[in-house]
């Protein structure tokens, strides 16, 4: 069994339910025991750090802390949590005086942040520690015949994981499901994040470039790690065909509802039921017995 | 006096404003410089230029979607990202008014959802923001419909280390905040 303390971020409950969901699901029968951080808070993500960068240094480091006492590396399913609290973790590393401050301010809460504390992504944890041969090896339901695209969006590779131009490790985890990751070229160019809500159009462009990538390179539909990627492709799939005249009908499905799927975990516990674009097609064409 | 590229310089994330040797590979690689008035190779231009006042008023940096394309590219590492949020929390702690983008508003109904919770709750973040335009918020409605019939929209805020969060930014703040 490996132990990990669990970071779900803001978006696990409400319009990342089904990556909350199904991320929990899979922990079990993968080994994993996901042990969430009691009274954990949001992580500031990109909005905090802009509005007053040190005091969101600050909204992450109680996290750092919170994570550093129970002693195991913190894992999230969240690219923006996991950017946002190494990047913290880094810079409390480099400036020693705002390090010194910020320990000060999260002492009247009892709590302190020495350093320790690793961050890392659950996509990192499954491609790294369970790694895809064990998963394939556990699969029940071998999703052959499925063709899709691995979306790794931005915040999942760049800036801290290795392979920022060609990343490997969605791909590895889709083909251990007995799916079929399709060539993507735009595998990681941003879907617009939140900027969809401030600035539509923008981030319907984006979105529109990605499906017209991957539906031409065969794909029936898109698989990805992150909760702000998952929803502005499923849930604003609609407003893109009708903003460019598009048909397109590809369900977007959390690579941990892939992993569950081929693990042969019901549906309803893998929050299939949040899809907004529904995965039905999908799934009919891998039915079998378990 | 300090220089406009001096305080940006003093400011985290614009420590490394000097290297950059204005190649445009960070423009280059911006997907939503099409959007920018002045995209990021120009921007760090205008801050060595000592343009303070268009720099910090304008709504350039709040296009930045945070991508990171352009900081894993830099042949410098000059981190544009970073730079492009030091500039942002500039311009709000300097009370400038940026018109063109109402990026800055829905950071704005991120951050009080956070201070009230200590988490996000999208919904009640949603509402802040629509308040500021309600128009809008008709365009976002079956959006907004579609993910509340799926659960995704809890009505209820999940609080969680709110007070916590108070004291601590409280102490924080009294011992001076950010530089």
Not at chain 1, 212 to 219: D, H, K, L, V, Y
């Amino acid at each position: 069994m490996k132990y990990y303390s669990y970071y779900p971020g803001c978006s696990a409950e409400g319009t990342g339910l089904g990556l909350g969901l199904s991320a929990r699901a899979i922990a079990g029968p993968l080994g994993m025991e996901l042990i969430e951080l009691e009274g954990w808070n949001c992580c500031g993500s990109t909005p905090y750090g802009s509005l007053d960068a040190a005091e969101s240094i600050v909204v992450a480091a109680r996290n750092l802390a919170l994570g550093e006492a129970r002693g195991f590396d913190l894992v999230t399913p969240c690219s923006a949590c996991c950017v946002t609290l190494n990047k913290t973790a880094e810079r409390l590393k480099s400036d020693s005086a705002l390090g010194r401050r910020v320990n000060e301010a999260l002492s009247v809460a009892g709590l302190t942040y020495k350093g320790g504390l690793r961050v890392r992504h659950l996509v990192d944890v499954l491609a790294n520690d369970i790694t895809p041969p064990a998963i394939a090896g556990l699969v029940k339901r071998k999703l052959d015949g499925l063709k899709v695209a691995a979306y790794y969006g931005c915040q999942l590779v760049r800036p801290y994981a290795g392979d920022a131009e060609s990343p490997r490790s969605l791909d590895d985890l889709v083909r251990a499901t007995g799916a079929g990751p399709v060539d993507f070229p735009l595998k990681s160019r941003c879907c617009g994040g939140s900027l969809i809500i401030s600035e539509e159009a923008l981030a319907l462009g984006l979105i529109r470039k990605l499906y017209e990538n991957a539906a031409s390179r065969g794909a029936e539909g898109i698989v990805t790690a992150c909760p702000l990627c998952q929803t502005n492709l499923d849930a604003y799939q609609g407003k893109v065909n009708k903003k460019y005249n598009t048909g397109y009908n590809l369900p977007v499905l959390y690579i941990t509802q892939l992993i569950g799927l081929a693990l042969g975990l019901p549906e309803k516990e893998l929050g299939l039921d949040t899809n907004v674009v529904s995965p039905g097609r999908l799934l009919s064409k891998v039915k079998q017995e378990v | 006096m300090t220089s406009f590229v001096e305080e940006v310089a003093d400011t985290p994330g614009g420590e490394h404003v000097f290297s950059c040797i204005q190649c445009g590979t960070c423009t280059g690689s911006c997907p939503a410089a099409s959007r920018m008035t002045y995209p990021p190779r120009k921007l760090i231009a205008m801050i060595r230029a000592g343009m303070r006042e268009e720099v910090l008023s304008g709504s350039s940096s709040w296009f930045c979607l945070s991508c990171y394309a352009c900081t894993v590219r830099c042949p410098r590492g000059v981190k544009p990202t970073e730079l492009a949020h030091a500039l942002e929390s500039l311009s709000v702690r300097h009370g400038f008014t940026v018109a063109g983008t109402r990026t800055p508003a829905m950071y704005r109904s991120f951050v009080g959802s956070v201070r009230a919770n200590g988490r996000v709750h999208e919904l009640g973040m949603m509402f802040r923001y629509y308040m500021t335009s309600p128009l809008a918020a008709l365009g976002a409605l079956p959006v907004g419909l579609k993910l509340l019939r799926r659960r995704r929209l809890t009505l209820k805020p999940h609080k969680s280390g709110a007070a916590d969060l108070s004291r601590i930014l409280l102490t924080f703040r009294e011992s001076g905040g950010g530089r």
